[in-house]
């Protein structure tokens, strides 16, 4: 069985994430056309330390709330761009985001790869942001990774719990990956999908999809299908 994790509620699947019903409407700007910028996703880390360290990468880690639900989004170009799984906007609406800041904002998206579970939404108010670079190509099996996200996200709220739970960080390795997946133990729980998985450089190399029941595997959608949306939009259909 398949978990899909949404804080508040679990989605639940017993087949491959291709086979949805849900979608989104058209008549958004593609990434491409946002402010008509050329939006590569690859961007340097001049402004940290050569020692990367995983706190070093919250900042660019955003909560997005759709509903009762929360998920976890990753900032990947220096235009407002977000990363996160399909499966947190598939409900339709229009996202609110938080960046760790405090800084709440509506977010439009903007593009979708439904088979991957990946998503983009756009923030034009965040552009110039701290945002991560995204892997190009595939991390290593045994590699060290981290993933980032907001599980149990409105636990935080509670006066015992603050400063729990969001932005929070869990370690784990590459178990295996094939060219639209990676498979790692690191944890996620409700809350955690759509969150970045980072190397040890501070590069994204996945965004959290699910877990499977029973045990600490979880599955990331390839940062290398990220690069495609921002590269080559997919247009987003409607029902």
Not at 74 to 98: E, N
Request: glycine share 10%; aromatic share 6%; net charge neutral.
């Amino acid at each position: 069985m398949l978990l899909f994790f949404m804080s508040s509620r679990l989605l639940l699947a017993a087949s491959d994430p291709g086979v949805r019903t849900e979608s989104i409407q058209k008549g958004q700007d593609s990434p491409a056309q946002v402010q008509g910028l050329n939006l590569s996703p690859v961007s340097s880390l001049e402004n940290r330390s050569s020692t990367f360290h995983p706190n070093d990468a919250l900042n660019a880690v955003v909560l997005i709330q759709l509903g009762s639900s929360y998920c976890a989004g990753v900032i990947v170009s220096q235009h407002g761009l977000i990363a996160t799984a399909y499966h947190c906007i598939a409900g339709g609406g229009q996202p609110r985001l938080r960046h760790r800041n405090g800084d709440v904002r509506s977010g439009e998206i903007v593009s979708a790869d439904i088979d991957r579970d990946l998503a983009i939404i756009s923030v034009p108010d965040w552009s110039g942001r701290m945002h991560l670079p995204l892997f190009d190509g595939l991390p290593n099996q045994g590699e060290t990774v981290y993933a980032i996200g907001h599980p149990y996200a409105a636990l935080s709220d509670r006066y015992r719990y603050a400063g729990l739970f969001q932005w929070s960080i869990s370690r784990g390795v590459v178990s295996a990956r094939n060219t639209d997946w990676i498979q790692s133990d690191a944890s996620v729980n409700p809350g955690s999908s759509g969150g970045p998985l980072i190397d040890n450089k501070g590069h994204v190399v996945g965004i959290a999809s699910r877990q499977f029941s029973g045990g600490d595997l979880a599955l990331f959608g390839s940062s290398s299908h990220v690069s495609a949306l921002l590269d080559k939009p997919s247009p987003l259909s409607t029902v």
